[in-house]
């Protein structure tokens, strides 16, 4: 009943064009509206939030989140981050993002472009926070493209992989240099020159991956204390269990 009743709160969404941050009936009205007790619209509207299509303000309502377009949703589950999986994050982005950034300053959607400077400070956020601001500054640098393709596919990225994400911005931790990278960039696209914006884009990214490069992380198999006894014992056999084992971690 409430995966059903989430679906018909959605199409209300859809139905009545609410974008994000604008406010939902109270479950009191949508309740009457269904035919069903309140504590139903509440475990629909609960399920929503967790994939932020409404979100909650305490002694304000509810409110349509950030993830009411969103095609790809992150994995609560997920193993936690390695160096291999964050290194994974910024090639991709660097495969995605400087051609991105020549689209941005070629098109140039004016009011795409005044949400990019508004989101150019992010970077001057701590990593959490930053992650919870209205827009991302490289999904800014995406939408002002024109291409809402584009946007979803970095947006998707970035919240797909968030833990990896919020371990880049610890790695590459020096918040000034972050926003003046960001504001090199956010000047290339206000002047249209999309070549600089793809190198500017290009160089901070490289730069964030030789950060990851160089920092510590935890190691990803536990250290072998048994001692001299176990290290002198024969090796256990490989089963299937163990290579099925071996995936999943």
Do not use: C, W
């Not at 939902?24 to 629909?44: H, I, K, N």
């Not at 509207?45 to 949703?73: C, D, K, N, Q, W």
């Not at 500054?137 to 024109?146: E, N, P």
């Not at 920092?215 to 536990?222: L, S, T």
């Amino acid at each position: 009943m409430s995966e059903r009743l989430a679906d018909n709160i959605v199409e209300i969404i859809r139905s009545e064009r609410l974008g994000h941050g604008d406010a939902l009936a109270s479950s009191r009205d949508l309740a009457r509206r269904f035919g069903v007790t309140t504590p139903t619209v509440r475990e629909a509207l609960r399920r929503l939030e967790a994939t932020g299509v409404v979100e909650f303000r305490h002694g304000s309502g509810t409110y349509v989140g950030p993830g009411i377009g969103r095609r790809l949703m992150a994995n609560p589950h997920l193993p936690r981050s390695t160096r291999a999986s964050v290194l994974e994050l910024v090639e991709a982005r660097l495969v995605l993002e400087p051609a991105v950034a020549a689209a941005a300053a070629t098109v140039r959607m004016a009011e795409a472009v005044r949400e990019l400077e508004s989101a150019a400070s992010n970077a001057l956020h701590p990593p959490e926070e930053s992650l919870r601001r209205a827009v991302h500054f490289h999904v800014a640098l995406a939408a002002a493209s024109g291409n809402t393709l584009l946007r979803e596919a970095v947006e998707a990225l970035l919240q797909v992989r968030a833990h990896d994400q919020v371990e880049i911005r610890h790695r590459y931790n020096d918040r000034a240099r972050d926003h003046a990278e960001h504001l090199e960039i956010l000047d290339a696209v206000r002047d249209g020159d999309a070549a600089a914006a793809e190198r500017l884009t290009r160089t901070h990214l490289v730069a964030i991956r030789e950060a990851v490069l160089a920092a510590d992380f935890p190691a990803e198999e536990p250290e072998n204390d048994g001692g001299d006894e176990d290290r002198d014992s024969p090796a256990a056999p490989i089963t299937s269990a163990t290579l099925q084992e071996g995936t999943q971690k």
